[in-house]
């Protein structure tokens, strides 16, 4: 629960905030990771970096990439402009359940309500349903939405957090088309951890934008091979719609203060005319046990 001053000022020390509606992915995230702190949902991304910056929640679950539907763009658009540091990493395996009305059956059902990725990743049984899928905001707004109507012709794709939380009966789950469907989520907080253990992997996360020269990439990356420095995340996107000027996100393995990484980033840092790093940070299980 959030504690109140007596001035009526909210203390956010124990709120993780998300961007959706309650039963999203973000929030199940949120509950998987910090099960003792209050889930604050947000209208968009931009809110939910802007209620860590103005204090009003102490971290910020954000969603990065998707193993079966790639990266979430309107990220790596937001990072460069938050002043926030990476403190962790989530992944959140992403179980899709068919959710419908007390008394609805699949014999009834019509249609199905879904955020388009949700559908696209379920696409497969929707057809062999006969199911006519229909694009939401959402999968939370979907089920909230299926709720409301009341129809037992329509469903929809959620986490059985939300048919808990809209009261919505699962007629099937684990209905995605990809038994590898997980989401990365990364763990935004005002502060950067003071010392992360080095007792197993860590992982360091950066954006650096590289000089208009030749070869100038080829250069940087060269620097991390001969360090032995093992990049496990490179993307790049246009700045300002400008087809000249590309920045890069990238996730190593190390920390800065170890000896190969520091002079990979000094060979980088002679490359490129903006680099910043976004957070050093214990790496999850998950990544431990996939290596």
Not at 47 to 65: G, L, Q, S, T
Not at 67 to 83: E, K
Not at 115 to 124: D, I, N, P, S
Not at 173 to 199: G, S, W, Y
Request: contains cysteine.
């Amino acid at each position: 629960m959030q504690k109140t001053t007596e001035s009526g000022n909210i203390i956010a020390s124990n709120t993780v905030a998300f961007q959706g509606e309650p039963g999203a992915y973000s929030n199940l995230a949120c509950r998987t990771m910090f099960p003792a702190m209050t889930a604050l949902p947000c209208h968009s991304f931009e809110d939910v970096f802007a209620a860590v910056e103005e204090k009003r929640a102490r971290y910020a679950m954000i969603p990065i990439e998707n193993s079966v539907a790639g990266r979430v763009a309107a990220i790596h658009h937001l990072i460069p402009h938050s002043s926030l540091h990476i403190i962790g990493e989530h992944f959140q395996r992403i179980n899709h359940h068919l959710l419908a009305i007390d008394g609805a059956s699949m014999a009834s059902l019509k249609s199905v309500y879904s955020h388009e990725q949700a559908l696209g990743q379920c696409r497969k049984n929707l057809l062999n349903w006969g199911l006519e899928p229909e694009i939401h905001s959402d999968t939370a707004g979907a089920a909230r939405r299926v709720a409301e109507l009341g129809d037992p012709t329509v469903a929809a794709i959620a986490s059985a957090l939300a048919g808990e939380i809209y009261g919505l009966q699962s007629l099937k789950k684990d209905i995605e088309d990809a038994t590898h469907n997980t989401t990365r989520f990364v763990i935004f907080a005002r502060e950067p951890l003071a010392d992360p253990t080095h007792d197993g992997t860590t992982v360091t996360s950066f954006i650096f934008q590289v000089r208009n020269v030749p070869a100038a990439l080829y250069k940087v990356m060269g620097g991390f091979a001969t360090n032995g420095v093992n990049m496990t995340k490179l993307e790049s996107y246009q700045l300002n719609g400008a087809f000249v000027a590309t920045l890069f996100y990238a996730d190593i393995e190390g920390h800065p203060a170890d000896r190969n990484v520091r002079l990979a980033f000094e060979e980088l840092a002679f490359f490129t005319h903006e680099f910043r790093i976004l957070g050093s940070y214990p790496a999850a299980q998950y990544r431990i046990d996939r290596k």
